[in-house]
């Protein structure tokens, strides 16, 4: 069985939001049951012991078997790997899955991050008020890409992937900004994902975690 990796808290704005999130969901997708160990932010967090989980003292990480992996993009990975709900099973469709979760991370999650940093931790600074809008811009660049090449498809690839998985949970990160309204398709295809009952009791998961934790 899988063992998560995650904190025992994080402060309110980051409960919903936390990396761990991600493996969560695409373990419910995959239908697989997983066991959840707590490392505390802090000292615990850079353990020797965390540091040969996480190389970088972060969270997530996994464990299972002789498998130790961290890295949230490497994780979901892992776990599509072993669902077709998440990953196709045709070498075509294997390949585009796995594009789209690099360009959720690569590409859109570079230029949400900012703009999430902003917001949650710099909004009244004198250099985020001044640098805001160009990241709200290049943030809007990319959504438009997405939002185009998602077209009128359900999912980015016509069915749901881990692709769509990683990009929705990318999206999140900017969920308080609302700059989403301005891509109808996009917004729809975000609550699309999100109305999926293996997200929903991904997040019940999440938050009754921290909540029993605390
Ligand atoms: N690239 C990593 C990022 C992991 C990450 O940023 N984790 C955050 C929680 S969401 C964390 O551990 N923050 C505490 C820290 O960096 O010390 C991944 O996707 O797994």
Redesign the pocket.
Known sequence: MITLTTYPWVPDF?APL??AFRVRWALEEAGLPYSVRHVA?GAE?CSPEHLARQP?????AIEEGGLTL????AIALYIAEKSEVLMPRDDIGRMRAIAWLFAALNSVETAVQPLGEIVFFHEDANWAKERRPQVESFVRRRLASVEQALGDKAYLEGRFTVGDLMMVDVLRIIDSTHLIDGFPKLKAYKQRCEARPAFQRALTAQLEGFRQAA
């Open positions: 980051a936390m990396r932010l967090q970088f003292g972060q969270a997530p961290f890295e949230s993009g």
